[in-house]
C-alpha cells in the first residue's frame, strides 16, 4: 500500500503462464493484477529517458559531491542529447 491508503497498480503486464496458473486455481487463484496499458508506456519513456543519461559518464558514476553540481551535470547530459536527437 502506498501512503493514504491507496493501492498501488501494476505497471508490467501480467506474464502468459500465471495468468494461466491463476485462472487453472479458480477461485483461490485471487484477482487478475490491474494492469493500466497507457501508465506502461509512460513507464518505458521514462525507463529510456534514464538509460540514455546513464550513457553519460558522469551521470552515471555520480561523483558529483554537490547537488546543484550533480543537477548541472544531469542537464548537460540532457542538453547534449536533446541537441543529438
Known amino acids: 500500500m502506498t501512503s493514504g491508503g491507496a493501492v498501488s497498480r501494476h505497471t508490467i503486464p501480467e506474464k502468459t503462464d ?6 487453472r ?3 483461490h487463484g485471487g484477482r ?6 497507457d501508465r506502461y508506456k509512460k513507464r518505458n519513456t ?3 529517458a534514464i538509460n540514455r543519461l546513464k550513457q553519460s559518464r558522469a551521470v552515471a558514476t ?12 544531469a542537464t548537460a547530459a ?3 542529447i536533446w541537441l543529438r536527437t
Open 78 to 80: 540532457a542538453l547534449t
Open 25 to 27: 486455481k479458480g477461485s
Open 32 to 37: 487478475p493484477t490491474g494492469f493500466d496499458e
Open 62 to 73: 555520480r561523483y558529483d559531491k554537490r547537488g546543484y553540481v550533480c543537477l548541472g551535470t
Open 18 to 23: 500465471s495468468q494461466a496458473a491463476r485462472l
Open 46 to 48: 521514462v525507463e529510456r
